[in-house]
DNA sequence: AGGCGCTTGTGAAGAGGTGCACAAATCGCG
DNA sequence: CGCGATTTGTGCACCTCTTCACAAGCGCCT
């Protein structure tokens, strides 16, 4: 499940405050979702709660990262240290939550040789040699979208099988391998849309209901992520 | 629908390309979807598409931007200019897809005045001063998750309801207010899990398939990002 | 020991997304 | 003008996810 992520870091944060139990309802609310939801996720990875009590955030903690398979910390090798890549290779978030960024590289000489956060950048001709070395895991693509492709393919040639794709392309990678995407141009569309749909909301019913601003027909809202808060 | 901007992207790709049409099955396959799943998107704002022939590229362009509001160039407010602030605030990726960086913000008074991309960042007191000025249409916060909060019902205090939270925490807001997170290091895990699995899957039948590193059921596969390619 | 309140785990119903398969529609060509 | 090739639009069945509601289980208090 896609949500176990957001329990367990819902979990860090209530260990982090002293708690010792947590009731699906309270681990519902600070992850946001329904306690109903919630329950039966967790039921599914085995029966980890006391009724009457709730569940022991340590243990719950050890039973989600292991069935995620952060018990041994993966190593990351980052593509592309541009603007982005920069961010990226210098964000201290990941360490803490089981991620070791491992090696960065780049295709561009002038970049090769330049140090970030205690890693040196190699060229990306270095990968085969690095990624065996490292024992690399999960790729992230940062790189302009034209040359993704071809970075994804150098990735799954070196025995990669789960890639975070932010290029805003579709990579084409051959069966058994994972890859996600993070489009900020898409996230901001989609919050586009909303604004479009809650403004046409408001004003038609209050003006003559013009038929040319109007949306054709309903239009389903379904954007896979819960949104209205509170 | 959230798959819209991933089909609008996808249709710029093709007009670039200096294709005219393009039927279901060809679109499909450039943004990675079922040929009947784009069908039955599409019809839900309208017929646009001419049987025996396909789409209008740049018909469908229209549409697609008009129900998602792009019609307008949308004014982004991004809060908090640190590391990942500015690959942010540098990216211009942004304004080719109907949106505008229309003003930085920062808490911390040895940021407020730096130029980043002709963009001079204020700070975050003048945000509702601003907010009017630029007509911010969409917030964007990229601080501590500490901090994400309070700047979230800052922007809730100017008027926007649409906000885009990179800070790896919830956010609660009012009814109306839409808020859609990216949490990278969840991306990660969510590929570890998937890596983790395929290890499981591949070593267990070989071994003799010990109980103890085994996954107790089947545990459902759900992630709402179609991964396997090609 | 027994009852009581609280919480988990889960069955079942409802809702919604997905993909197949096919009728309807359009174009090009003879 | 008619026919076939092609492609859209969609009814339908299947399946997953969601949510409610409640029985079962646990601890605590008397
Ligand atoms: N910067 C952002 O905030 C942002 C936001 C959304 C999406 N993106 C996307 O992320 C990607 C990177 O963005 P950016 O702003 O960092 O771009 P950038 O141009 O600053 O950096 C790209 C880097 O990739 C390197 N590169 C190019 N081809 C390569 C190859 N074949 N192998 C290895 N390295 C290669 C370049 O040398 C450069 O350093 C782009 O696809 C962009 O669309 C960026
Ligand atoms: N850098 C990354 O690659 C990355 C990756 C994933 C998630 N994140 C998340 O994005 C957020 C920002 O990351 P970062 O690396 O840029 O951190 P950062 O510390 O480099 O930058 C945070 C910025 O926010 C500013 N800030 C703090 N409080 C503020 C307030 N109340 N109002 C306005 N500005 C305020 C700070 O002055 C600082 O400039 C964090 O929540 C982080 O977890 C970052």
């Known amino acids: 499940m896609a949500r176990l992520p957001e329990y ?5 944060a209530l260990a982090d405050a002293g708690h010792e139990t947590v009731s699906s309802e309270g681990l519902a609310n600070s992850a946001g979702v329904n306690s109903a939801k919630l329950r039966k996720d967790l039921s599914h990875l085995g029966s980890y709660g006391t009724r009457g009590v709730g569940y022991d955030v340590g243990l719950l903690i050890d039973q989600i990262e292991s069935v995620l398979g952060l018990t041994q ?16 290779a210098g964000y201290d978030g990941f360490a ?21 956060n205690g890693l040196v950048v190699r060229h990306v001709d270095e990968l085969p040699r690095v990624a065996v070395q490292e024992s690399i895991s999960i790729g992230v693509i940062a790189t302009p979208a034209l040359a993704a492709q071809g970075v994804a393919d150098q990735l799954v040639a070196v025995g990669v099988t789960s890639i975070l794709n932010f290029a805003p392309c579709v990579l084409s ?43 054709p027909g309903g239009l389903a809202v379904t954007d896979n992520q819960e949104a209205i808060g509170t």
Chains 1, 2 share one sequence.
Do not use: M, W, Y
């Open 96 to 116: 803490s939550r089981g991620f070791r960024i491992a090696a960065l590289f780049d295709a561009d000489p002038s970049r090769v040789g330049e140090e970030i």
């Open 8 to 12: 367990l870091r819902a979990l860090h």
């Open 173 to 215: 990678v051959p069966e058994g391998v994972d890859v996600r995407k993070v489009d900020l141009a898409i996230e901001l569309q989609i919050l586009s849309f909303h604004e479009h749909r809650k403004a046409s909301l408001t004003a038609l019913p209050a003006a003559g209901g013009s038929a040319l601003t109007a949306l």
């Open 73 to 88: 910390c993966r190593a990351v090798a980052l593509v592309g240290v541009g603007n982005l890549g920069h961010a990226l």
